[in-house]
């Protein structure tokens, strides 16, 4: 039986290797966002939106941060306010 030999390839050291490239946060709402804003927008709490789409006030948390940090905004207000201007939510 014939012998394979396998080649060790160089390994690189931790200064040399280069982070993966950044994406960027995608700017657009997913529709459960967009949905969970017009509630917010409403004047509904967060236990009360969980309740009315059954889903946990936990998961409804998750997704208003995740708004607030594609829209970089750090309170609900501007939250609206941002989401307003940029065409996101219409008032009716």
Do not use: C, Y
């Not at 290797?17 to 997913?30: A, Y």
């Amino acid at each position: 039986m014939a012998k394979t030999t396998v080649k060790a390839r160089p390994r690189k050291s931790l200064a040399d290797l280069e982070p993966p490239p950044r994406t960027k946060r995608p700017e657009s709402l997913t529709s459960r966002e967009q949905e969970i804003l017009e509630l917010i927008w409403a004047g509904f709490k967060n236990k009360e939106i969980g309740q009315r789409l059954k889903i946990s006030v936990k998961t409804v948390e998750a997704h208003r941060a995740n708004m607030m940090k594609k829209m970089r905004v750090s309170n609900t207000a501007q939250l609206l306010k941002t989401a307003i201007q940029g065409g996101v939510l219409r008032i009716r």
